[in-house]
């Protein structure tokens, strides 16, 4: 396959490689050139808006999609090379859906072990093991109907890894689940197949969830992989502007660079490599606007670190539990920008304040 590729023999061959994976559906790319790498504990999100071929990516690493071009490598083994590939059961893989998908005739003990197959004994002892292992002893009698959402998705997990997979593919698995009940599962769920040392290939629109249980995060956007790395890093230094948006809100100032400089109303940036004359974004989540009294008419001197404070005016404050926001329309064009501040803090609409943005929690972007 990649003769020419030095081998590199400190670096273990990750479970789960993936290389130039490509789908189209009626003549439109889905899933466009995709790579990934996860080696064994490590979990993996795959991370994106709805409609943007996460589904179909991972279907086609589980074997139940058929790829149009790329190579996919299960434990070392090359089970996918364009069109031609291993049937699903032939995959060391462990698949967790949104629907749990649990037989609802099949009690809990059989739903476990349905995959398994060998002396009655082994397998009965297996499913007691996998029972235990996620909190379920006893339940094994039980039919699915009679079990909350949790357990049911603690059954799912058992029977999941029955088959002992190297690597577990999860869609969305927690989406189904409330709130509260989610953290809990999700942490429970995620340390247990670290510990088991399998690969884990995450799927979720939540940027919140990536960040929660990923070791690394692969964007993804119409297809194709706009950005991975460790969530620290993914946050903040995106790549560009639909990148900072997708993990929170974003304010956005508009200028030109002149002679590496972009002067705002918030003072100049340095914007290196950026032609003389061409349009930058400047974009600044809103947690990381500072705000300041005004002091009759004057705001705070400025600084290095924090360039020109901006006036503007309250429009709106909501108070959201860990954060209030705060709506201003600024003096300059009337922008609006929204600052995030921790507790509470919620002054009145016509309340003239002063921003500051903070130049190391900026990105610039090509405008
Ligand atoms: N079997 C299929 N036939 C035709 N179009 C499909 C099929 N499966 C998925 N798609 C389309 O491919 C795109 C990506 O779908 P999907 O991988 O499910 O995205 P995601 O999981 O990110 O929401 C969507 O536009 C979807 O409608
Ligand atoms: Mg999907």
Redesign the pocket.
């Known amino acids: 396959m990649h003769s020419t590729e030095p081998t590199l023999p400190e670096t273990p061959e990750p479970l789960l490689r993936v290389n130039g994976l490509t789908r189209a559906?009626?003549g439109?790319p889905?899933?466009d050139d995709v790579a990934l790498q996860i080696a064994a504990g490590q979990v993996t999100c795959l991370l994106?808006?709805?409609?943007?071929?996460?589904?179909?990516?991972?279907?086609m690493i589980a074997g139940i999609?058929s790829a149009d071009a790329g190579q996919i490598w299960l434990d070392g083994a090359l089970v996918q090379d364009g069109p031609a590939g291993l049937a699903p059961e032939r995959r060391s893989i462990g698949l967790m859906f949104q629907d749990f998908a649990l037989f609802p005739h099949l009690s809990v003990a059989q739903n476990v072990g349905f995959g398994l197959k060998g002396d009655k004994a082994v397998v009965a002892s297996r499913v007691g093991s996998l029972l235990e292992r996620v909190n379920l002893s006893g339940y094994g009698e039980k039919r699915p109907h009679q079990l909350s959402g949790g357990e049911q998705q603690r059954v799912a997990l058992a029977r999941a890894l029955a088959p002992k997979p190297r690597v577990m593919l999860m869609?969305e698995p927690f989406s189904g689940l409330d709130n509260r009940l989610r953290d809990g599962i999700r942490d429970e769920t995620i340390a247990l197949l670290r510990a088991e040392g399998t690969a884990v290939l995450l799927?979720t629109?939540e940027p919140e969830e990536a960040m929660r249980v990923g070791d690394e995060i692969a964007l993804?956007r119409a297809?194709r992989i706009v950005q991975q790395g460790a969530p620290y890093n993914v946050y903040n230094a995106p790549v560009d502007r639909a990148a900072a948006a997708f993990f929170s809100d974003i304010n956005v100032i508009k200028g030109v660079s002149r002679g590496a400089l972009t002067e705002t109303p918030f003072g100049s940036f340095l914007t290196p490599g950026h032609a003389d004359g061409a349009g930058v974004e400047i974009v600044i989540r809103p947690q990381h606007l500072k705000i300041d009294l005004d002091r009759g008419g004057r705001g705070p001197a400025p600084t290095p670190l924090e360039g020109t404070p901006a006036r503007g005016t309250v429009v709106r404050s909501r108070y959201l539990g860990r954060e209030s926001l705060v709506e201003f329309a600024m003096d300059f064009e009337g922008q609006h920008l929204t600052a995030s501040v921790p507790g509470v803090f919620l002054p009145k609409p016509g309340t003239v304040l002063w921003l500051m943005m903070r130049r190391d929690r900026c990105f610039v972007f090509p405008g």
């Open positions: 559906f009626g439109r889905v899933v994106g808006p709805s409609g943007c071929g996460k589904s179909t990516t991972l279907r999609e869609d799927v629109h993804m297809g």
